[in-house]
Structures are given as C-alpha cells and as structure tokens.
C-alpha cells in the first residue's frame, strides 16, 4: 500500500507546484494591453512608486534604499554597461541589425530590460533610443564635470525601475493560467478586499508573493534562451534552486533578504553590514613552527594556516 501512496503523494505535489494549486487568487482573464507608452516619462508615470508612497511610507523608505529603485542605473554600473552592450555586442554582431543607435529597438534592449526593467515591453522603440540617448548624455555630463546636468539626468534614469506595481501587479502572478492574468485596477499581496488607493480600489491574493519564484523571474537561471539572443547576467536562482534547495535549504529569499535581515523592501546583499555577517562563517586555525628541512638550507620557520569557510547564503556568492 505504501509503495503506491508515496509515489502517488509525489506526483500531486509536482502537479500542484505546476499548477499552483490556488483558488483564492484574483488575476482574471488577459487584458487588451494599454496604448504603448512614447517618451520616458510616460513610461515612468505609469509605474511611478511614488504614488503609494503616503499610504506605505514605511515600505517606499526601505524600497527607495534598493537597487531595485535604481535597477537600470545600477551603482551606478548597470547604466554604462548597457552602453558596452550596444558597442561591443549589439553593433558588431552581423545579424542584430543594429549600426546605428537609431536602428535599436526594446527587443534588443531585451537582453537586458527582461530583468533590469520589464516594462520596457509596454513602449514603444523611440523609447527604447530616449533610454539609450539618456544614458549617454548622462556620461558625458559626468564625464565634463558638469554636475547639475549629470544629477539630473541621473534621476530620469532611475525614474525607470522595478518599482511598486512590477512586484505588486505585472509580475505577482505567475501560474496566470490557474491564477489568472494581474488586472489594472488591483494590488496583488496576502489579503484580498478593497484597496484605499484611487488607481487601485481593488487588492488580492498573489500565492507566489512569498515564494521564491517571484524573485526567481528576475535572479536568472542562466542563458535566457526564449531571447533570439540568450544573455546571462543573473543566474542566481539556479544556484538556489540546485544547489541551496537541493541539498535541504528550505529558506525562500524573502525570509533571508527581507524578514530575518529586518531590511524589508530595502533588500541587499554585500553592501550591507547585516548582509556580510549573515554571509559566511569563517574559522582560521593558525600556527607557525621550526621546521629542519635539509642538511644545506637547515631549519626554516614555517606556518601553517588552516582556513574553513562556509556559506550560510541560500545560493552561490558572488553571482554575476
Ligand atoms: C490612500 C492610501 C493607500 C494608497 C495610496 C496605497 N495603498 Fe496599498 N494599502 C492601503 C491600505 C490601508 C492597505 C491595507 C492594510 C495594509 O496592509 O497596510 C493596503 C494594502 C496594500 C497591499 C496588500 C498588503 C498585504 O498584506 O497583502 C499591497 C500589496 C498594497 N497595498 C500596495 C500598494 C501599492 C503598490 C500602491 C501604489 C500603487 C498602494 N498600495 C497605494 C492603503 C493605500
Ligand atoms: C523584475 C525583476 C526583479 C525581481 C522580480 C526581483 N529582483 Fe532583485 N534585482 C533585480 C535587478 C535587475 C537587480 C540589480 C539592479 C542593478 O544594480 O543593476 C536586483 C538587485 C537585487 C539585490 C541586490 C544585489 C546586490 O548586488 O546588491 C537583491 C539582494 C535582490 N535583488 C533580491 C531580490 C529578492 C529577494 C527578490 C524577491 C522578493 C527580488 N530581488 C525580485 C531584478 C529583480
Ligand atoms: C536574467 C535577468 C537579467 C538579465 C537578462 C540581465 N541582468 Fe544584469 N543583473 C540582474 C540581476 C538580478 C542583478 C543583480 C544581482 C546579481 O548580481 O546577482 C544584475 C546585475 C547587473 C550588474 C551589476 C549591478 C550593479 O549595480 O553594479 C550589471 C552591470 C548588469 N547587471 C548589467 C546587465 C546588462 C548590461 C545586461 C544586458 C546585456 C544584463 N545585465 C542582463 C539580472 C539580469
Ligand atoms: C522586488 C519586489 C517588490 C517590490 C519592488 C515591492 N515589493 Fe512590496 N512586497 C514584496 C514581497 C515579496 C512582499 C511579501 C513579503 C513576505 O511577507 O513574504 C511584499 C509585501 C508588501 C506589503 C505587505 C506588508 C509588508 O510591508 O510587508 C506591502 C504593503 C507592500 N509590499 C507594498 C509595497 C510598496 C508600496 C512598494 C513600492 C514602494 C513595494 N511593495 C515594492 C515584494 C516587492
Ligand atoms: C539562507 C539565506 C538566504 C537565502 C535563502 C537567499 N539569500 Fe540571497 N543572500 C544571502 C546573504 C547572506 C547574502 C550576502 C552575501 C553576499 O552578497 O556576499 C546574499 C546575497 C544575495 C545577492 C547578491 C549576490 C552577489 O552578487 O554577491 C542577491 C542578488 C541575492 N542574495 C538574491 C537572492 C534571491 C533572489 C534569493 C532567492 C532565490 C536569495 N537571495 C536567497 C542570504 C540568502
């Protein structure tokens, strides 16, 4: 009787994983996407965190601190390696089509807005080149010293990010044939009712919220093979998945990241100090002693070091 149970008990647990066996979720069916957004600021507008900032003080403080804020910037490294991108990658490959920055389009911009800004999809190409132009007007104001200019410009880069309604509503659901595609007028997190703010009137249930595979969409597996041409940046949720989970982690990145590190929304890695000390434990065992090697060069001091790391992370690190 068992030796059917057990195998019996695996599968609708694989099945559920599939189908994210949830009945409370309130995605409905897929929406007529919105006109294409044409400038920056548009684009912008439309995720703007600062809308929920008055209501979620506390979360838009901590959300504010992350790189998800600044998730093309960077530290700011992100933005001029999109350039570097462009330059060695996308105008010396024959077939990508592109010579000239007039030629770039979102889809190239793909390989690497699939993760650092997924909305780009819902803009047009000019938007796309307005991203481009930006980034290089932005370095070389910073390159000429011109300070006013390059702060500005800065901050129209970072008015594009991963910001409250990309975790919130366009990529809470997953399973959106189960769970049903994210609607306009709602925020996806742990309860379901009415929701105070006037964009949004409506809340519900997002079952993957507190899950790994919500950060899993973005912190990379490896090559994105769906792209014509697979980039790797991130490849971080592998490594938790095979590595981590594999070998009984049983951890999602949200209660390391956000509950146990008490950053919340401000989730970080090794520039922070309550990071760094969650990250590895480490015992260095020394001693030194007179060692007589040979006759002819006699006795020599010799020390001998005996390093032991391990890595409490839930994943390889460094990733990238
Ligand atoms: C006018 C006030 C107001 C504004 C503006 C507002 N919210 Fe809320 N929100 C609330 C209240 C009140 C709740 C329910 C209580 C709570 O969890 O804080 C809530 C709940 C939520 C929840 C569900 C929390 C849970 O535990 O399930 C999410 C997610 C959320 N809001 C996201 C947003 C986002 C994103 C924005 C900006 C687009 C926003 N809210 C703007 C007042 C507001
Ligand atoms: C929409 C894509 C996306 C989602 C979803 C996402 N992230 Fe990120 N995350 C990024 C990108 C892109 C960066 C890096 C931005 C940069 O610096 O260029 C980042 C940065 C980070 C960092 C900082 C890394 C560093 O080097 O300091 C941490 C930690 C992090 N994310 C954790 C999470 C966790 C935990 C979740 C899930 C709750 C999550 N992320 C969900 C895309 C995403
Ligand atoms: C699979 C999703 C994904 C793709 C595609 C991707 N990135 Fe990333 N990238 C991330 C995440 C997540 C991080 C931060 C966490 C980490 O390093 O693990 C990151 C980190 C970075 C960093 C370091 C961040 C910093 O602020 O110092 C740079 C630079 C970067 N990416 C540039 C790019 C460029 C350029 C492309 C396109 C050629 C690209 N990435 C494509 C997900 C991605
Ligand atoms: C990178 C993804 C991500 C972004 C960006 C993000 N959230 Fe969240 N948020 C989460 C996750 C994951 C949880 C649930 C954490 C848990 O309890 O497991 C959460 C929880 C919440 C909750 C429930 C109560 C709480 O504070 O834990 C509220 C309210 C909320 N977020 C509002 C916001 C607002 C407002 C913004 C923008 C300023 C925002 N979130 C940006 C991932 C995100
Ligand atoms: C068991 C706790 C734990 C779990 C689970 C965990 N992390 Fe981490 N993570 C850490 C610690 C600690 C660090 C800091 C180490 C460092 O950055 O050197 C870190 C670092 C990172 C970094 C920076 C990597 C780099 O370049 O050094 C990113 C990005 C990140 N985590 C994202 C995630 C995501 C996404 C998940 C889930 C798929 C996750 N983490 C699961 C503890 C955890």
Known sequence: ??????????????????????????????QEPLPKATTIAELAARYDSS???????????????????????????????IITAIEKGLKKFPYSGVKDDSDITVEHLMICMKCHLPQLREATD????????????????????????????????????????????????????????????TVYGTTE?????????????????????????????????????????????????FSYVAHGGSKTCQECHMKESGLGHNMQAYRDETMIEKALDISVEARSLFWRKNKKEGVLPLGVIDVSMYNKAGHAIPDG
């Open 1 to 30: 009787m068992k030796k059917i149970f057990v195998p019996a008990l695996a599968c609708v647990t694989a099945y559920c994983t599939m189908m994210a066996c949830n009945v409370n979720a309130q995605g409905g069916p897929k």
């Open 51 to 81: 809308k929920c900032m008055e209501c979620h003080e506390e979360a838009h403080e901590e959300w504010e601190e992350s790189l998800h804020a600044r998730s093309i910037l960077g530290t700011p490294r992100t933005a001029p390696t």
């Open 126 to 185: 000019d938007v796309a080149r307005e991203i481009v132009a930006t980034i290089r007007a932005w370095m070389k104001a910073s390159r000429e010293g011109d300070e006013d200019k390059a702060e500005e410009l800065e901050e129209t880069i970072a008015s594009l990010n991963i910001g409250c309604m990309v975790c919130h509503n366009s990529m809470a659901l997953i399973h959106k044939y189960v769970d049903g595609y994210p609607q306009r007028d």
């Open 193 to 241: 009712g009415e929701h105070d703010a006037e964009d949004f009137p409506k809340m519900a249930v997002a079952p993957a919220l507190g899950e790994a595979i919500l950060c899993g969409q973005c912190h990379g597996q490896g090559p994105n093979f769906e792209l014509d041409h697979p980039s790797q940046c991130a490849t971080l949720y592998s490594s938790y998945l």
